[in-house]
């Protein structure tokens, strides 16, 4: 995941009805620009059913040069060659979801917290993921992160920061400004009017400084 510039973090939506289907939809999206990282975020899925459809996400994204993170479940990132996890705060601990991915890339969810994210930092982290910057549609909100956050992090620290929660083209131009080396975007990619291969381009765009 480089982090020479602002790019572009992707996680699925939260439900994909039919996932064999829907594969068209994500390769297309992919296609549309520059995206660093994707994020499987699929809950209420038994393990079985999860597997199945990293197996239909998976091998697009990584042929195209993508990382490939699974949500909560290092055993699982692990079993499907994923290229790493992201976990919660409640997801276990670093150092376990470390042992389960090796060398992998292991992003932890900070929220707006500069002792949580150091100790992330510490810990030896890939990334720290604060949020939610805005209101976000995709999960239960607690936290409300501000721009300040990012520039602090972005001014201390050399581990990568990772803004999330209710990003969308019209309102990330801060989050960029302020240091966020990736912008974490799934409604605002998703549900995007003119669909989500345009919001990939506009994030794009601005990313690139257009």
Same mark, same amino acid.
């Given at each position: 995941m480089s982090t020479a510039s602002c790019r572009l973090y992707l996680i699925t939506p939260p439900v994909i009805e039919n996932p064999? *289907? #829907? &594969?068209?939809?994500?390769? +297309?999206? =992919?296609? +549309? %620009?520059?995206? +660093?990282? &994707?994020?499987?975020? =699929?809950k209420d899925l038994s393990d079985d059913d999860l597997a199945r459809v990293v197996d239909l996400l998976r091998p697009p994204a990584q042929k195209r040069g993508v990382a490939v993170l699974l949500n909560d479940r290092p055993d699982l990132a692990f079993e499907t060659g994923c290229d790493g996890v992201h976990i919660g705060q409640e997801d276990g601990t670093y150092a376990e979801a470390r042992k389960a991915v090796g060398d992998g890339i292991v992003g932890v969810t900070c929220h707006d917290s500069r002792h949580l994210a150091m100790e992330a930092g510490e810990n030896g982290a890939d990334y720290v993921a604060f949020g939610a910057f805005y209101p976000t549609a995709t999960k239960d909100a607690k936290f409300q992160a501000d721009t300040e956050l990012l520039r602090w992090w972005s001014e201390l620290f050399t581990v990568p920061s990772v803004a999330i929660g209710g990003i969308t083209v019209d309102n990330c131009q801060p989050l960029v400004e302020a240091g966020a080396d990736f912008l974490a975007v799934a409604g605002? &990619? #998703?549900?995007?009017? *003119? %669909?989500?291969e345009a919001a990939v381009r506009a994030f794009n765009r601005i990313l690139a400084g257009g």
């Open positions: 064999y *289907e #829907w &594969v068209k939809t994500w390769e +297309a999206t =992919l296609d +549309a %620009g520059d995206v +660093a990282c &994707v994020q499987i975020r =699929l605002g &990619v #998703w549900n995007h009017p *003119e %669909g989500p």
